[in-house]
C-alpha cells in the first residue's frame, strides 16, 4: 500500500485509500501510517473480527493439522445478489487456515489503531452481508473517535462485495460523492 501512496503521490495530491474486506482493514490502518498525506479512507465490508473469533494462538496451532477451512456453510454464490456478476468473480470456497491467523493479527492491530484514524473515513457495509456480519461497522465507526469526519452508509441487496454486487452503482456514487465533498472542505 506504500508502494502505491509513493507512486500516486508523485502525480496528484489527492489520495484517497479504498478497500474491500481485509483492504479496508488495511486502509484504516494506512492511514495511521499515512496520515496527513492521506486525504481520506473509504473501508467497505471491513470486519473488526473473525466470524469465529478464535484466539490467535489457536488457529496457528490449527494451521499445522487443518490446512483449510470452508468459508461458509452455503453453497458458493448464495450470498451474491447479481448471480451474472457472481459468475464472473473468482472465489475460492476454502480459506486457509494460517492465513485467518495472519488476518485475525492484521484486524487486532487496526482496532488498536482505530483511535489513531484522524481522516475523513466512510464506511459501506451491507445489511444482508452474511461473511462479514454488519454489526462489524458499527464496532470500527464507534472506535473512530478522532476521525475528522466519518461517515456510515448501509446498503441492501447486495452480499459482501460491494463494488461488484448488486448495488454496486449506489457504491461508487456514494464513494464519489465522498471523495468530492471531502476535497472541497481541504
Do not use: C
Not at 67 to 73: A, D, G, Q, V
Amino acid at each position: 500500500m506504500e508502494d502505491g501512496y509513493n507512486t500516486l503521490s508523485g502525480i496528484t495530491n489527492a489520495i484517497f485509500l479504498v478497500g474491500l474486506s481485509m483492504g479496508g482493514t488495511l486502509s484504516l490502518l494506512m492511514s495511521t501510517r499515512l496520515a496527513p498525506r492521506v486525504n481520506g479512507v473509504i473501508a467497505m465490508s471491513t470486519p473488526a473480527r473473525l466470524p469465529s473469533d478464535y484466539p490467535t494462538w489457536l488457529l496457528e496451532f490449527l494451521s499445522a493439522f487443518i490446512k483449510f477451512s470452508p468459508k461458509t456453510n452455503e453453497p458458493p454464490g448464495s450470498g451474491w445478489f447479481d448471480k451474472a456478476a457472481y459468475k464472473e468473480q473468482i472465489a475460492y470456497g476454502k480459506n486457509p487456515v494460517r492465513s485467518a491467523a495472519e488476518l485475525k493479527k492484521l484486524i487486532l492491530e487496526m482496532r488498536a489503531a482505530l483511535p489513531n484514524v484522524t481522516v475523513p473515513v466512510l464506511l459501506m457495509h451491507s445489511r444482508d452481508d452474511n461473511y462479514v456480519l454488519p454489526d462489524n461497522l458499527e464496532y470500527i465507526y464507534e472506535r473512530l473517535v478522532n476521525a475528522s469526519d466519518k461517515t456510515k452508509l448501509y446498503l441492501t441487496g447486495s452480499g459482501h462485495v460491494l463494488p461488484r454486487d448488486a448495488s454496486r452503482e449506489q457504491v461508487f456514487q456514494s464513494a464519489a460523492a465522498f471523495i468530492q465533498r471531502v476535497s472541497h472542505q481541504k
